[in-house]
């Protein structure tokens, strides 16, 4: 992955949500300025710093030498990569590294790395004393454009993914570009995912504009920040209007209904599947099935696979390498999956590119016959 | 502990948080109505039952039935009575069991037992699912006059008390009056702790009714009904105008930042202290405290002294059974009791009955020379 971030300017994206609004920062060079930024906006001046061990030895000495020289007390503690990482054991070992740390309701759990570590240590943010102060400093595409803005942080259970956590807004999120330099193309790849997302819920011309400009995302420069500032404002949007995913903020969910079922029934091995991964999947199968419902038109649910195909992500069920998928045990994972309510399964459908909707009221049997249908393909 | 309570008429306390109101019914037989009350109030159909050893064999089966009654699909864990239940592990256990019995946001977690319950099962219902309904049936005196109310919640770790938790308000108090029959005299008393609490922080008046009165709300009948109603009142009022304890709420710790160190010191060891013998002893030590302070008169302290002795309180270090304790343990708990802002520490002081405030600047060294001092005595 190459870039010419220097030439990029730095955007700012606000999230308005009254007394936990905060600012998003994207551009290059931020972790070397993140102890400015954090003094600027936190009051405490320690920081107990989370990250994984693929992250720590690209960045985790540059930020704490950056806090430091700002002042700032930091510990740090280092976990292996990947989503097993999201479990209550290792919520735990966060909790009790921040509380040796002596981190008060000022001070700040710092996330370092990808959405795996953001869930985690914002999490454990919105539990120690019952809510410290939290600094996202998302390294991955994915948890740039997605998981780092928002204030859903969560674990896993081995009910289902995502299924224990609380809503914990961050005070600050430091997007820095340069990051993405060092992530393998697999991953910017699935990050890219969430950014097409954005598109498909419900804006045409920013789908369009990817399927025209998508190379230079890849290959860094202004197109790339420009696609991270678009996308962490059309999640802002949703956030700001149902911070508690009372309603439309569900949309967000587009592609994951089915890809969450993906993930759970390849149990989060990520040699077969990462999240952007299944959520490629999740919107392929989203749109065919719109489509097998008359909902969309099949040209649509071409487009959006012929557009995640050209980037190199899987769209189809079998694109997932090792044994095949048996349906029941997606069907399984789909109605322990938490957007289930009162029995009935929701979905986003869709009617065409760009206009995604929550329906509630999807029948399993449906699903079910869509899902074998599948296997065929 | 004997009871009329059949004589006494039902009591209301609403909780006046706008989107997160509730009420507290506090009465006799509530347990038995719990159905009705509970879909009157709560859309989901599902309950998770979480109490302890000793609870389960008195109530739990008459709350089932009570559920089942009105139509409520019931799954429940009893745990280990005691604060060592109040662990990461034991909540683990109680989101799994949630999760097993497929509870869903409108769906209720209920804690049936006493604090320890209570603050364990709500982080639970705090966590699951990002948050799902929550019913507080407290059945000892301490967590219908306390902990049942306010959205506290939380579990002990190694560093300290309750340092890991949410803010997550019950949708609905039931305080069961008759349970208190067979509550022991010993956990009676450690309740009434925190009812001479309200009066000692700013209700002059209700101590020296309690001064006049506390035989009968030992023994039960209407005494006991009105300190009940009277103490669940105070906490919503300081609740209301704190929820997430940004200042005055700090008033009902009076007493617990002695009385965690107290606690921390045993070893959360019940046979020799439990929560509400700490509160008392902790009063005690403050009215003392600033008394040596000059801030209240000795007079004060030794009147709050007489009181909680009289009932049969502890109001000494040195009443506490076993070792004695180095107050150097002492210090240390303090230290990392989560009053803690920025090195300095936060003691609720007074200036007599009932004139509490929050002193967010006590020296560490005045607090030690105190401490040291207590031995002699
Ligand atoms: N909270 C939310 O709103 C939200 C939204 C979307 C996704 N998520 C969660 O995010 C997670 C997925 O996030 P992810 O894709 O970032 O996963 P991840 O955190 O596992 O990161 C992917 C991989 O990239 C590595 N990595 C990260 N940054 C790197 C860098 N700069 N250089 C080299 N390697 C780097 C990581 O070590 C990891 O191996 C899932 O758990 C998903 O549930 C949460
Ligand atoms: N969340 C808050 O705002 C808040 C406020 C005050 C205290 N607390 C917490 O509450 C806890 C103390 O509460 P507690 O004193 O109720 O402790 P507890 O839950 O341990 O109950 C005390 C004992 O009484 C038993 N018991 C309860 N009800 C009974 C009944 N009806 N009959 C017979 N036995 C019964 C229990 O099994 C236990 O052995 C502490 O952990 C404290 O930190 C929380
Ligand atoms: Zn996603
Ligand atoms: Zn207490």
Redesign the interface.
């Known amino acids: 992955m190459t870039t010419s971030s220097s030439q990029v300017a730095e955007k700012l994206v606000h999230v308005p949500l009254g007394e936990r609004a905060y600012d998003i920062l994207i551009g290059p060079g931020l972790i070397g300025r993140a102890g400015g930024e954090i003094t600027s906006r936190i009051?405490?001046?320690k920081a107990a710093i989370v990250t994984d061990e693929n992250v720590a030895p690209l960045y985790l000495e540059a930020l704490t030498d950056a806090l430091q020289t700002d002042g700032i007390e930091v510990a740090s503690l280092t976990l292996p990569a990947g989503e097993k990482t999201k479990s209550?054991d290792h919520?735990?070992a966060v909790?009790?590294m921040a509380?040796?740390a002596?981190i008060?309701?000022?001070d700040a759990i710092i996330a370092l790395g990808g959405g795996v570590i953001g869930d985690l240590a914002g999490f454990a943010a919105?539990?120690?004393?019952?809510?410290v102060r939290f600094v996202q400093i998302p390294t991955s595409l994915l948890s740039q454009v997605d998981s780092s803005v928002g204030g859903?942080t969560?674990v896993n259970?081995?009910?289902?993914k995502n299924?224990?956590?609380?809503?914990h807004q961050p005070d600050l999120v430091l997007a820095d570009t340069d990051t993405l330099n060092t992530l393998s193309e697999r991953e910017f790849r699935a990050g890219y995912a969430e950014v097409a997302k954005y598109g498909l819920i419900d804006k045409p011309d920013f789908f369009e504009w990817l399927e025209k400009n998508w190379k230079q995302v890849f290959s860094g420069g202004p197109a790339r920040a420009e696609a991270i500032a678009i996308s962490c404002q059309a999640k802002s949007d949703v956030v700001v209007e149902d911070e508690?995913?009372n309603g439309r903020r569900a949309l967000l969910n587009l592609g994951h209904t089915f890809g969450h079922a993906l993930e759970a029934a390849t149990q989060y091995d990520s040699s077969r599947l990462v999240h952007g991964e299944g959520v490629a999947i999740g919107m392929a199968l989203a749109y065919r099935f719109s489509a097998r419902l008359n909902l969309a038109s099949p040209d649509d649910a071409e487009r959006v696979e012929a557009h995640l195909k050209a980037v190199g992500l899987p769209t189809r069920i079998s694109d997932i390498p090792g044994e095949a998928l048996p349906v029941e045990r997606l069907m399984e994972a789909i109605a322990?999956d938490?957007k289930?309510?009162?029995g009935k399964l929701t979905f986003i459908l869709t009617r065409g590119i760009g206009q995604s909707y929550v329906a509630d009221d999807v029948a399993a049997s449906e699903v079910l016959t869509f899902l074998e249908l599948q296997k065929a393909r």
Chains 1, 2 share one sequence.
């Open positions: 009051k405490g001046r209550l919520l735990a909790c009790d509380l040796a002596r008060e309701r000022n919105g539990i120690v004393r019952r809510g859903k969560g259970s081995r009910h289902g299924l224990l956590g609380v809503f508690f995913e322990q938490k289930v309510k009162s």
